[in-house]
């Protein structure tokens, strides 16, 4: 029997978008797509793109401060990056049907989230290392496999977002392989900003699995391929490593190779600071957005020549073409 009743038509279409998902065939914006796929994806491309544009303050007020010419080059490139990171994203959430302009206001409006992350205060030129190592190390662990994602703009702006993440993430184990290698006083100031950052990093990958309300859906759709738990164990175990070649004390005094697992043990993650930032109430939630949201108020003078020029530029454009000789 032919289906006559449209939530019949729905479900099929449904079905063949799943199909499609399940033979790894790429959703572009002009596909038929499944209203909570779309907002799921715009709620995590905004985010991830807010989280960009937030992220380059830490390290952005280090840029005058940094030690030497040679280091401030490369923050600045750094930071630069990140910027670019959260243009490609605004452009990949706007081709599923969302003004930038909106996606602003929802981030100035506190609606959005942004990476927890974002919200602690880097005190030392340190934090410039442990931020390179530690909250670019995690991004990439949980970028790379986006790549791979089901949305074909998101996916291909991940690609060259994950080659530039790996630079960031070498030049801060370089910042702090110099300060541990230093004297005492910059292996101490190393030490902090890594006992600082790892726990908030370790958190970046969102609630444990049992928490989590969109990994389900989200692994089914293929937006995420890894569920938080396993891709923060990856982090764990990657770190663990990796601080011996930088001759620190872990963090965490439980940590503990766990033979039958093949994976590090690890100690309680504070899931009530981790709300907390995310709520809202972190050491610097509100200093972020206001700086955000100056940055903003003080650029509108820019937004509005840019527009102005792209105006006369398109009058230029059909003078021309109606009159050639004139124009000329
Ligand atoms: N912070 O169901 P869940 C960078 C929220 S920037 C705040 O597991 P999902 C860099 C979550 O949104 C890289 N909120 O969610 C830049 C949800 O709330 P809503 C940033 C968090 O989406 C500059 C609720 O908790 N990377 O690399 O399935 C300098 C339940 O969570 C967080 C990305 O954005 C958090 N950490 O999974 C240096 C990657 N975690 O929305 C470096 C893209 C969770 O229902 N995003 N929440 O109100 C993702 O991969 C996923 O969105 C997440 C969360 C793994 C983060």
Request: aromatic share 10%; glycine share 6%; net charge negative.
């Amino acid at each position: 029997m032919v289906p006559n009743d449209s939530s019949a038509v729905v479900v099929s279409l449904e079905d063949q978008f799943q199909a499609k998902i399940d033979a790894e065939i790429r959703i572009e914006p002009k596909d038929w797509m499944p209203d909570a796929y779309r907002k799921t994806l715009l709620r995590q491309i905004s985010q991830h793109a807010h989280s960009e544009i937030v992220g380059m303050l830490p390290e952005g007020v280090w840029i005058t401060r940094a030690p030497s010419l040679k280091r401030k080059q490369i923050l600045m490139a750094k930071v630069q990056d990140e910027a670019g990171h959260g243009l490609y994203l605004y452009a990949a959430a706007e081709t599923l049907g969302m003004e930038r302009d909106e996606m602003y206001e929802e981030l100035h409006s506190g609606k959005a989230k942004y990476s927890s992350i974002f919200n602690y205060p880097s005190i030392s030129w340190a934090d410039v290392g442990a931020i390179g190592w530690l909250v670019d190390g995690a991004a990439i662990l949980n970028q790379i496999p986006l790549c791979r994602n089901s949305y074909g703009p998101y996916a291909r702006a991940m690609v060259r977002i994950c080659k530039e993440e790996s630079f960031h993430q070498r030049q801060g184990f370089e910042v702090l392989l110099v300060l541990a290698n230093g004297s005492p006083e910059q292996r101490a100031m190393a030490q902090d900003a890594v006992n600082r950052w790892y726990w908030p990093s370790v958190m970046m990958f969102g609630p444990s699995d049992g928490e989590s309300t969109h990994s389900e859906q989200s692994m089914r759709w293929k937006i995420k391929r890894f569920s938080n738990d396993e891709l923060r164990q990856r982090f764990i175990d990657m770190v663990a490593e990796q601080i011996k070649v930088l001759g620190l004390e872990h963090p965490d005094p439980q940590l503990k190779w766990n033979e039958e697992r093949g994976h590090y043990d690890f100690g309680p993650i504070d899931w009530d600071e981790f709300w907390n930032v995310v709520k809202g109430n972190g050491p610097c939630n509100r200093e972020r957005l206001e700086t955000r949201k100056k940055a903003w108020d003080e650029g509108a003078w820019v937004r509005e020549a840019a527009t102005a020029y792209a105006e006369k530029k398109q009058q230029r454009a059909a003078q021309t073409e109606k009159s050639p000789a004139k124009a000329a």
